[in-house]
């Protein structure tokens, strides 16, 4: 089954403990993203990668960091989290950039708490 | 499951009827335009697309309408059911810049049976 898959699902955390979130597609994607989701704000994007190695930033992309080592992983790393980083966070992937519009899948979501 | 957002705009319609949810995008040079659909507890799904050189696309039950000079987006569903009970976002795009969607606050839709 094709799909993106994110870890942990749910997270409380405290202010400074780094973390990481961690993203999978299985689907060969060039194409992965990072979005998180505020009330009021819908989805803003913080990270994408265009393939393998290759990474920049979106609109959101402060207290956060990614890497790209495979091309079916896609982690969302932070490194001091802070209580403004409480969020929804969404992993997407696709292939061929936006011409593949319809084919942009996204996670089932990690909630994160910073306390 | 998850709650996608507080204060959205709401839009109630009946079981059956047509529902009509709007959006206005905001940057002039976006040419790619995208609708998902968020069920509580789920990442978005993609419903339609349109590219700027259409000013209409119709999918299953769905039909997207565009115009440019207003930069205003609209997603039409036919015969309203249940299961289309979810926020609704619109995403905007350049094709070329990326894959940087820049995504509307979204819009509640309830059917009332």
């Known amino acids: 089954e094709a799909q993106v898959t994110q870890n942990p699902r749910y997270l409380i955390t405290v202010t400074g403990k780094k973390l990481t979130v961690t993203c999978s597609q299985n689907?060969?994607?060039?194409?992965m993203s990072w979005y998180r989701q505020d009330p009021g704000l819908g989805l803003r994007q913080i990270y994408y990668?265009?393939?393998?190695?290759?990474?920049d930033k979106g609109d959101v992309p402060e207290g956060y960091k990614v890497s790209r080592k495979e091309k079916r992983n896609f982690p969302l790393i932070l490194e001091s989290p802070s209580p403004n980083q409480t969020s929804l966070y969404f992993c997407?992937?696709?292939?061929?950039?936006?011409?593949?519009?319809?084919?942009?899948?996204f996670g089932p979501g990690t909630r994160l708490t910073v306390l | 499951g998850e709650s996608v957002g507080l204060h959205l705009p709401t839009l109630s319609v009946q079981e059956g009827d047509n529902s009509i949810i709007n959006c206005a995008y905001s940057?002039?040079?976006?040419?790619?335009f995208i609708w998902y659909k968020q069920e509580s507890g789920k990442g978005p799904q993609f419903i339609i697309d349109?590219?700027?050189?259409?000013d209409k696309r119709q999918g299953q039950r769905v039909t997207v309408l565009l115009n440019k000079t207003v930069k205003h987006l609209s997603l039409q569903i036919a015969a309203t059911q249940p299961g289309d009970s979810a926020v609704y976002f619109c995403?905007?795009?350049?094709?070329?810049?990326?894959?940087?969607?820049?995504f509307g606050t979204g819009t509640q839709l309830k059917v009332e049976l």
């Open positions: 995403a905007e795009a350049i094709t070329g810049g990326g894959n940087k969607l820049t």
């Open positions: 940057n002039s040079a976006s040419d790619y």
């Open positions: 689907m060969n994607h060039e194409y």
């Open positions: 990668s265009m393939n393998v190695e290759v990474t």
């Open positions: 997407a992937s696709t292939t061929r950039g936006l011409a593949g519009g319809r084919e942009q899948f």
């Open positions: 349109i590219r700027s050189n259409m």
